[in-house]
């Protein structure tokens, strides 16, 4: 095994002291500089940040939360890392809590309950804020949270945590809205392959779809069980519509990878036509979804005013970490018609 010499002559970290030396300015006005609300000139700041690059100085966010009591980190927890949504949101989630100076730390959970450890995990590092996407946590885990004095917000979950914060999709609307969307399109035979029994996105989007139905007077959707919200749960729930009585003619999956699943899984086992022999439409407007070989119908998230939203709160909480604990409802998209379902027929 060969050993690689590090360069001995390597150059030790540079200090906010040596950055304040070599401008000839104090401490207390070059740590200014690099705080956004701080009182300082702006030609005194463009100095001091154009400086620190060229030496190669960057604060240590440590050591500032030991003067300011902030540590400026964000922690995000998400435990559905491979549905597509997700990574989507993060991207957006990230860039927009790097504008308002937050530090981002990223923990992925599996479904297993390894949610609350994750969250302790971050605990250790005393953040700001957390937030937590496509999980729930015990109310343990929730209770630490207080403790530490560390704001919960849940993304597109909604917790029985009356302490935590959310933002999410009004799912309630936007089930109805999909219902109405097949009822007026000449379906009649509805059905809705269900995720997660315990998320919150899933009951809902049920509750709004099965309501609206039996409103505009049809029977119940019949449900049928994938429980995940998952490629792979959605091929495997395409499987069961051959043990029901009657076929359906409008499918609402609870999410879009679901929907692509199933979509899959209703053309290659049962060898059914769709959208001749049956509509499928999905949730969430994923990036797949738009894919030709897809071309799914499908319901948008209105994930830019969710993450406005959010960081919005974010920025609030950053100086009332107190205040009371609020649930924002946002109306989703319009239902976005693609290849997967049938168009009205005039005449």
Known sequence: MSIIARNKNSKPRVTVKDLARDLGMSVSTVSRAFHADAVIAKDTRDVVLNRAREIGYSPNPFARSLITKKTRIVGIVVADIKNPFYPEVLTGLTTA???????VMLVAADQSGAVDQALRLLLNYQPDLAIILAATLSSEAAQ???KAGTPVIFFNRLSADDHAFGISCDNVLGGRSIADYLVDTGHRRLAYIAALPDASTNVARHRGFSE???ERGLAAPTVIE??????HAGYEAARKLGDLAE????????NDILAIGFLD???RELGLGVPDD???VGFDDIEMAHWPSHGLTTVQQPIEQMLEATVTLAKELGTNAGREPVVQMIPPGAVIERATTRRRQHG
């Open 144 to 146: 630490e949270c207080r």
């Open 278 to 280: 049956i509509s499928i």
């Open 265 to 267: 899984g209703v053309r």
């Open 247 to 254: 076929m359906p003619d409008g499918v609402f999956c609870a």
């Open 97 to 103: 809590l790097r504008a308002i100076d937050m530090n």
């Open 226 to 231: 994938a429980g995940q919200f998952s490629y």
């Open 212 to 214: 609206r139905a039996v």
